[in-house]
Each structure stands twice: as structure tokens, then as C-alpha cells.
């Protein structure tokens, strides 16, 4: 534990002080970078983040403060646009919102179900194919997992089980191993119709249910994803109401295929942030946490403010 996070723990009316000075430096370093936007002279806007707040660490927020955006949480005030970030599984869109909706544009307003259920139910529609196994009758390894989002709840089991696990789904085990070492997967940014680029993330093996990224790499969409593959992603969030979201996808050593394996409307972090906030580690080359950023704001602007 560092000094500063003593300090905090022993004097905890001091953290208030400690999180607006961390938020004004954080929005001091992006203002220098919003310059390599390239898109002049941003005027300065208001967002209404509701119903929940938003953390510094999500990419959203990052993301509006580099397109000079000012965050509110008062519905009843004045703002530009508004972003729908409710942090739960199951949620309706708020009355409040859908009023707003007719004079101003409200991100993710109809996002209401992204459980596991959900994106395997949609995932099977559009690919034709998905991973889900009755645990009683299925002979062999299986995933073991909780329905509701983020809760890193993943485990292997074998097959046949006695009985189900209430609010877990189960699932084959995708061939996803890299090396030795680390499993991969991709964490992909969807912007309406727009995957700007693809994270793509090393997991130690020992931990490969874990959201601790080792390593990670920007890599092209395209040189991810095929043309058909694209199109059905987009598809996927389409019929999900998702605007705005982070997709987990891995794919088959075993069979080549894809496999949609969470949808996350309110993204946590960066790959990385946790190491990069404990140990100083950054799981990225040297200015490719900054050149994801960018990347990320540029296809917000182009897909919701354009």
C-alpha cells in the first residue's frame, strides 16, 4: 500500500479532496492530448450521465473529456446529449429519459437485458451456432458461469452435474489457449455500426477467467474479423438496443468461429487498468494506451456527433 492510499484509509474525509485533484490532473493531461485529435477547436458541450454515475477509469469518461465535454448528472439542467449508464444487467429505460429522447439523442436508451442468457439467445440468431450445454446430460469440461455481467464468476466443471447452479449458464470450453503461458481474447469498442479497432488481450492460463490483462495489443479490425463477421457483431448489438459497448470475443482453435461471450454497456476500463494502477505496469507498448483513446473519441465523434 502506497503512502498516499494510507493517508486515505486512516483519514477517509480526505478522499473527496484526493479524487478532485486526481480528476483535475487526469483532465489536464487530456486536454493536451485532445490536440492530436486534429478536429480544431472543440466547442465545450454538456453530457447528462444518468442514471448512475461514472468512474474515471471507464473509457467514457475519458472519451468525453477528450471531445470537450463537461459531465452532469442533473436531468433537470441543460445539456447536449445524453448517455443512458445504468452499471446493471437487467434494467427499463427510465421514463425521464424517453421523454428527453424526443428533442435530444439518449446513447443506449433500449440496452435493458445484456445477461449472459441474452447474448447467447441473440449470438445463436445471427451466427447460427453458440456454446450453450445442458449440464445433466452433456459429457466433458464445461464452463460454469454466472448470468449477470462482470462478475467474473467462470469456472470449469465436468459434465454431467447432479444439478444447475441457480442464475448460472453453462457453456462448452472454447480453445482460446495462446501458449504455455496466456489465453487471448479480444475486447472489441462498438460505436453504432463502427469497431474502430480491436483490443487484443494476453490472460495468464492460471487465471484465464480473470479481467487481469498481462499484455495487450491494438490490432485492426480486419485483421481480426472477416467482412461476415463484422456485419454479424453489428448485427448482435443492433438487436440488443446496443449503441455504445465493449464485446468479449474469443475465438475456436478448434473450429475457427467466433464466439460472443459478454456484452458490457457501461465499460469498466482499459485493458490493463488494474495493473497499471497497483503495480505501474502498463500492459501497452509505450503510447499505445493514449493512441487507443484517441481512437476511441474520433469514432465517437464520428458516429454521434457528426
Avoid at 477517509?12 to 489536464?28: E, I, Q, T, V
Avoid at 440496452?111 to 451466427?127: C, E, L, N, P
Amino acid at each position: 500500500m502506497t503512502i498516499k492510499q494510507i493517508v486515505y484509509h486512516n483519514l477517509p474525509f480526505l478522499r473527496p479532496l484526493g479524487k478532485a485533484y486526481n480528476d483535475w490532473k487526469k483532465k489536464k493531461e487530456l486536454k493536451a492530448l485532445s490536440a492530436k485529435l486534429e478536429l480544431g477547436n472543440l466547442p465545450a458541450r454538456k453530457i447528462l450521465i444518468y442514471p448512475t454515475p461514472i468512474m474515471r477509469r471507464t473509457p467514457f469518461w475519458h472519451i468525453v473529456h477528450l471531445l470537450n465535454f463537461k459531465i452532469t448528472t442533473n436531468i433537470r439542467g441543460d445539456y447536449d446529449l445524453v448517455m443512458n449508464w445504468n452499471d446493471t444487467t437487467f434494467k427499463q429505460p427510465s421514463p425521464q429519459l424517453i421523454e428527453i429522447a424526443k428533442n435530444k439523442q439518449v446513447i443506449n436508451l433500449y440496452s435493458t437485458d445484456i445477461s449472459k442468457t441474452r447474448v447467447g439467445t441473440v449470438f445463436k440468431q445471427i451466427f447460427g451456432y453458440n456454446t450453450e450445454i445442458d449440464p445433466l446430460t452433456f459429457e466433458g469440461l464445461a464452463v460454469e458461469k454466472g448470468d449477470i455481467n462482470a462478475k467474473k464468476s467462470a469456472s470449469i466443471v465436468r459434465c454431467p452435474i447432479k444439478e444447475r447452479k441457480e442464475g448460472f449458464i453453462y457453456q462448452l470450453v472454447i480453445n482460446n489457449i495462446q501458449d504455455e503461458n496466456y489465453v487471448s481474447e479480444y475486447r472489441v469498442p462498438v460505436f453504432k455500426d463502427l469497431i474502430p479497432f480491436v483490443y487484443f488481450k494476453f490472460i495468464s492460463a492460471k487465471k484465464r477467467f480473470s479481467d487481469v490483462t498481462e499484455k495487450a495489443f491494438i490490432k485492426e479490425t480486419t485483421e481480426v474479423f472477416n467482412e461476415e463477421e463484422i456485419d454479424k457483431i453489428i448485427a448482435l448489438c443492433r438487436e440488443m438496443n446496443v449503441e455504445y459497448a465493449e464485446l468479449d470475443i474469443l475465438r475456436n482453435k478448434d473450429d475457427g468461429k467466433i464466439y460472443i461471450v459478454d456484452v458490457n454497456d457501461t465499460p469498466g476500463s482499459l485493458p490493463g487498468h488494474t495493473k497499471l494502477d497497483v503495480e505501474g505496469i502498463d500492459v501497452f507498448g509505450k503510447g499505445k494506451r493514449q493512441e487507443a483513446l484517441l481512437r476511441l473519441a474520433k469514432a465517437f465523434y464520428d458516429k454521434f456527433l457528426v
